[in-house]
């Protein structure tokens, strides 16, 4: 729960002193890093909004300019901070909230697979769905009939053979949807990240489903001429931590921003922003559903970024401490 800390009377600011801010891991956290490349990012927008003015507002410009330019931590008597309020922008593109989205969904799918593990016997397999990388035009096509083929598979109202056997072990899956861009061939690779909740009995005898099973399940779920590539890996370890991690938020900005060539950049951002505005990105199906609804965990892709993690609880503030990005130099400064 979020820490209530109107009464807390003690607040630094303009001290000079640089953040520091470590995870639970000790590494420190990337503010400074994804700082910056928001403010690469920011200025591609710039220029495509020139080009396009629909590919963002103004509003969302300005939000995305400012986005972590302050944020404000709560600090304990040992020194450990944690987030309490930041002004984050929400672009499906951003940096800085992607990072936090993907902090978000490790901490749901954590909690998601504890109770699902503590109430239920479940084994969980990792998916990569992936097709032709096809052109700006046709993306967004692509994607709606990547999001068809799943429901194919999927889907118990979906009437579709292949997938018969397998819709006999499933008990629940969680979905996301991955676009990079290959700026040699100016191309997009759409691909679904999907973690499968299926049956134990799945590994044994005729429920298993071979790779090269999943390749032509996958081919006739899409009906493509040609066999797809499918990645297939069984997620041994089965804790929570280990089904979380490969559940990272997917959308990544990463490959656009490396792109030397800005006009490129920036008509490949144009094509992503546009494709992207309006879908979902993540979908939680079955038990996942049902255990999401039951901890009452908000949308990771629409919800809190402030909270973003799992909190100790035995974490008493003394005192509020706040930061602003400092672009002189280049760090946050209080």
Known sequence: MPIIAENIEIVEFDTGEILTDAGRNGKERPWKSHKEEGIRLDNLFVTAKKIDDSVITDNGLKSLEECGDTL???????????????????NRLCPMCNWRRSLKMYSQV???????????????IFVTLTVRNPDGEDLAETLDLMN????????????FAPAKKFKDSLQ????????TYNSKDNTYHPHIHCIFQVRPSYFKGTGYIKKSEWVEL???????????????ETIKNTTSNAVAEVAKYPTKSADLLKVEDEEQAVQALIVLAKTLKGRRLITFGGDFALVKRELKLDDV?????????????????????????????GAYIC
């Open 148 to 159: 068809k083929g799943f429901s194919y598979i999927t889907s118990n109202s979906r009437t």
């Open 110 to 124: 954590s909690q998601i697979t504890d109770k699902i593990l503590a109430t239920r016997k479940a084994r969980f």
């Open 218 to 232: 996958w081919q006739k779920a899409m009906k493509l001429d040609y066999a797809p590539s499918v990645h297939i």
């Open 301 to 329: 892709e629409n919800g809190d970024l402030i909270h973003a993690e799992q909190e100790a609880e035995n974490f008493n503030p003394v005192a509020k401490v706040i930061y602003r990005w400092r672009a002189e130099v």
């Open 172 to 179: 629940g899956y969680i979905k996301a949807t991955e676009i």
């Open 72 to 90: 404000v931590f709560l600090r304990d008597t040992n020194g450990e901070k944690r987030l309490h309020s930041a002004n984050f922008c929400r």
